[in-house]
């Protein structure tokens, strides 16, 4: 997907000076420097010669052309929130100029900078999570961002669904399943049903009543509405797992919004590092201490 994504130029200059096979994020920014991360780890890229590889406004303007079939127009919701989905699961966050209609948002223009997020699956990342998938509870996993949250839900997802559980993906920006035509790319395990959807809280109600769901996931919960859902859901009698950007489950709960996810939330899954986990605090437990 990346040849296809990026300009032949950009893309040569990458890959020879990068293993393909590593990148987590490419950065392109108009007269910048182009970065790109190995692993979550960032520095920049050379050509042959040495040099810093520049991107331009033309560089820029390809990808988007690429990334959106040649139809700025169809993704307008999409760049309203900042991004676009790819196909193989790449998200593209996007920086410009906000076109305002009626008082919002509408969509973006005179795009100045890309993130490109390459998703990786790895089988195994998430092994320490395999006894409280045998004693499943509500679930969250936090880390800042870029520290590898969607693959381990991912992989967490993959090990739930091959212990029987109907999981149902909640995958609002296709990153966790990478579907092409409706079908995931990757494997996220054998009991496993996924929603392609814009709106998440629509997401949520179909699941709950057509599929009959043991588990929702879902990536990246944001604000009180989405908590208020995933209590509801909680409430139905069925299971969630989902990730959320915080330092610690202790920073996550002083919050006022995110403190609401404590009634409900019983597993609370840290992250160090790329991709490992660090600490599982269960409330359970320090209940009966």
Same mark, same amino acid.
């Given at each position: 997907?990346?040849?296809?994504?990026?300009?032949?130029?950009?893309?040569?200059?990458? !890959?020879?000076?990068?293993?393909?096979?590593?990148?987590?994020?490419?950065?392109?920014?108009?007269?910048?420097?182009?970065?790109?991360?190995? =692993?979550?780890?960032?520095?920049?890229?050379?050509?042959?010669?040495?040099?810093?590889?520049?991107?331009?406004?033309?560089?820029?303007?390809?990808?988007?052309?690429?990334?959106? +079939?040649?139809?700025?127009?169809?993704?307008?919701?999409? #760049?309203?929130?900042? =991004?676009?989905?790819?196909?193989?699961?790449?998200?593209?966050?996007?920086?410009?100029?906000?076109?305002?209609?009626?008082? /919002?948002?509408?969509? $973006?223009?005179?795009?100045?900078?890309?993130?490109?997020?390459?998703?990786?699956?790895?089988?195994?990342?998430?092994?320490? #999570?395999?006894?409280?998938?045998?004693?499943?509870?509500? !679930?969250?996993?936090?880390?800042?961002?870029?520290?590898?949250?969607?693959?381990? $839900?991912?992989?967490?997802?993959?090990?739930? @669904?091959?212990?029987?559980?109907?999981?149902?993906?909640?995958?609002?920006?296709?990153?966790?399943?990478?579907?092409?035509?409706?079908?995931?790319?990757?494997? #996220?395990?054998?009991? !496993?049903?996924?929603?392609?959807?814009?709106? +998440? +809280?629509?997401? =949520?109600?179909?699941?709950? /009543?057509? $599929?009959?769901?043991?588990?929702?996931? !879902?990536?990246?919960?944001?604000?009180?509405?989405?908590?208020?859902?995933?209590?509801?859901?909680? /409430?139905?009698?069925?299971?969630?797992?989902?990730?959320?950007?915080?330092?610690?489950?202790?920073? #996550?709960?002083?919050?006022?919004?995110? /403190?609401?996810?404590?009634?409900?939330?019983?597993?609370?899954?840290?992250?160090?590092?790329?991709?490992?986990? @660090?600490?599982?605090?269960? +409330?359970?437990?320090?209940?009966?201490?």
């Amino acid at each position: 997907m990346l040849r296809d994504l990026l300009p032949e130029r950009i893309f040569n200059i990458l !890959t020879a000076d990068k293993n393909e096979d590593k990148l987590t994020e490419i950065r392109m920014r108009v007269n910048k420097p182009l970065t790109a991360a190995e =692993y979550g780890v960032y520095s920049t890229v050379f050509d042959r010669d040495g040099h810093a590889c520049k991107t331009d406004k033309q560089d820029i303007d390809h990808v988007l052309a690429v990334a959106t +079939k040649h139809s700025v127009y169809s993704v307008n919701s999409q #760049l309203a929130g900042g =991004y676009l989905s790819c196909d193989d699961g790449i998200r593209i966050g996007v920086s410009g100029e906000g076109v305002y209609k009626n008082g /919002r948002l509408f969509t $973006l223009k005179n795009v100045n900078s890309l993130c490109i997020r390459i998703p990786r699956q790895i089988f195994g990342c998430a092994s320490a #999570l395999n006894p409280i998938a045998d004693d499943f509870d509500n !679930t969250v996993i936090i880390s800042p961002p870029g520290m590898g949250k969607t693959t381990i $839900l991912r992989e967490f997802v993959r090990i739930l @669904s091959n212990k029987g559980k109907n999981v149902v993906v909640i995958d609002e920006r296709n990153e966790l399943s990478a579907s092409v035509n409706g079908v995931p790319s990757f494997d #996220l395990g054998k009991n !496993t049903d996924v929603l392609l959807v814009s709106d +998440k +809280k629509s997401g =949520y109600e179909g699941a709950v /009543r057509a $599929l009959r769901p043991d588990v929702i996931a !879902t990536d990246e919960i944001f604000g009180k509405d989405e908590i208020d859902c995933l209590a509801d859901i909680s /409430r139905s009698g069925v299971k969630i797992v989902a990730t959320v950007h915080a330092k610690d489950a202790l920073s #996550l709960l002083k919050d006022k919004t995110y /403190r609401a996810l404590a009634p409900f939330v019983r597993y609370y899954v840290q992250l160090e590092g790329i991709g490992k986990v @660090s600490t599982i605090v269960d +409330k359970e437990r320090i209940k009966s201490c």
